[in-house]
């Protein structure tokens, strides 16, 4: 039996602890708020196969049809688009603070002691091992410690460079989001669509989601956002659905949601992270918990599978290499397509909508991680066949095109094994691969 640390309460650390914690391991939980302000106070969806993965059994009113979407570009001209859920996709939506409670419940079941109120602060490191954390309150040595604390984890920040895990989010690889949700008024309102974005003018989108009792509202933009550019589009949006009241009723808060490849390395002697501390989401929209759900499966069985209870960089690697080739690789692809985002004006993206030069399936498609890796080249190919008539966007789908044919050759560099120097390269070519994909930059020069 082996004394494991999950630092954060985050989703793929429960399923970790809890699986963990069934293979009769000392599992502690270490979580920095009270039990009962974890999880969101805001209802968000996510891909039912991911629990089927994971092999647990949750509420049955979990499960909900999946959302039909509505995509309004800015010119009001434009028809919107209306993205219905794929045929077969099973969708989840639940409450996170019920998602957390069912999760944290299914841990303790297994065991699992949870300590909340209690910040971790810091990674102990001896010598080449992350041996344990530092809390407010102690210091706590464990043969493994998991990483779930979420995109800005405190033990991630703080580990040493030569452990080759990439510290710090760039601009771009993070949305700004507030997210909050107001009354619903009375009355005979048609509400028409229940789930709707806007395209904003400058960088951003507006999601909104009527629900029978309120409305649920979520700005996001990759620049910060100030409190005129939110009273600007809640004014906006309340224009254009007035069910929604403007009575405050939950949430109101400012939060950051990753949107970027993964992490190169997320592992080391005696460390693993899992979840958004190691930037595990779908890109094009934030969703994590599908992925974390999986990723936390995935850890829990390399540990297993480490008999003799090591839990070294080169028997955790088994973890991160069955990521990238179940989820890792795909997700790389789907940032690349997030990363062609600045590329475009908002209003050449109207532009798109109105010369349907992307049909509400294939949009769809992609916001629910339907392409495989085999799909994606020929789905560019009619494109670009489609693209006779409206030379400009060619150049954006050719430099697409390029940087899938130049990732295809990258993942042939993932180390089968880990050694120090394998993943200090890959961390490298990878790192700089992702830097070459942003406006300013040359990948030609900087992947030569
Ligand atoms: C506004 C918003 C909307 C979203 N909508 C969706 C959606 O619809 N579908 C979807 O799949 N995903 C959605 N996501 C993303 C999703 O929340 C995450 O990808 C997913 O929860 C995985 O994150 P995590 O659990 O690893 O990290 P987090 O959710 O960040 O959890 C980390 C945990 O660690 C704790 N913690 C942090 N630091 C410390 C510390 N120093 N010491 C102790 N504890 C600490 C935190 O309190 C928290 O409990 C959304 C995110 C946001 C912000």
């Known amino acids: ?232 589009e809640l004014h906006k949006v309340s224009v254009r659905n007035p069910q929604m009241g403007m009575n405050l009723i939950g949430n109101g808060k400012f939060m950051q949601i990753p949107v970027r490849q993964p992490l190169a390395v997320f592992v080391a002697d005696g460390y693993a992270a899992v979840g958004d501390s190691a930037f595990m989401t779908y890109a094009v929209k934030g969703s994590g918990i599908a992925y974390s759900i999986k990723a936390g499966t995935i850890l829990a069985r390399a540990v297993a599978e480490d008999t003799h209870g090591l839990y070294e960089a080169e028997t955790l690697w088994n973890y991160e290499k069955d990521f990238f080739n179940e989820i890792g690789f795909d997700a790389c692809r789907i940032a690349l397509i997030k990363n062609l985002f600045p590329y475009f004006t908002a209003d050449e993206i109207n532009e798109i909508f109105s010369k349907k030069l992307i049909t509400s399936e294939e949009v769809e498609k992609l916001l629910t991680g339907g392409y495989r890796k085999s799909e994606l080249p020929g789905l560019i190919k009619d494109k670009l066949k489609l693209l006779g008539d409206v030379p400009e966007f060619r150049s954006q789908l050719l430099m697409l095109i390029g940087w899938l044919g130049k990732f295809a050759l990258l993942d042939s560099f993932f180390p089968a094994k880990y050694t120090r120097e394998d993943a200090a390269k890959w961390n490298e070519r990878y790192s700089k691969f992702f830097a070459g994909t942003l406006p300013g930059q040359n990948i030609n020069e900087i992947t030569e």
């Open 1 to 232: 039996m082996s004394k494991i640390t999950v630092a954060g309460a985050g989703v793929g650390g429960l399923i970790a602890a809890m699986k963990l914690a069934q293979a009769g391991h000392d599992v502690t939980v270490y979580e920095k708020n009270s039990a009962g302000d974890c999880g969101y106070e805001q209802k968000d969806s996510f891909d039912a196969s991911a629990v089927e993965y994971a092999g647990i059994e949750i509420p049955g009113d979990f499960y909900a049809p999946g959302n039909e979407i509505t995509f309004f570009p800015i010119d009001e001209d434009v028809a919107p688009l209306k993205m219905p859920p794929p045929e077969g996709y099973k969708n989840i939506t639940v409450d996170r603070k019920k998602l957390f409670s069912c999760l944290s419940s299914l841990a303790a079941d297994a065991g699992v002691k949870f300590v909340y109120d209690t910040e971790v602060k810091s990674p102990v490191i001896l010598g080449s091992r992350v041996c344990g954390i530092k809390t407010e309150n102690e210091t706590v040595y464990s043969d493994l410690i998991i990483d779930a604390c979420g995109m800005n984890s405190p033990l991630r920040k703080a580990l040493p460079e030569w452990m080759s895990i990439e510290k710090e989010a760039e601009s771009r690889d993070f949305l700004y989001a507030y997210r909050a949700i107001f009354d619903r008024k009375d009355g005979d309102f048609d509400t028409g669509e229940r789930y709707k974005i806007y395209v904003h003018s400058d960088t951003g989108f507006t999601w909104i989601i009527t629900e029978d009792d309120c409305v649920d509202v979520l700005i996001v933009d990759f620049n910060e956002i100030p409190y005129s550019k939110v009273a600007d």
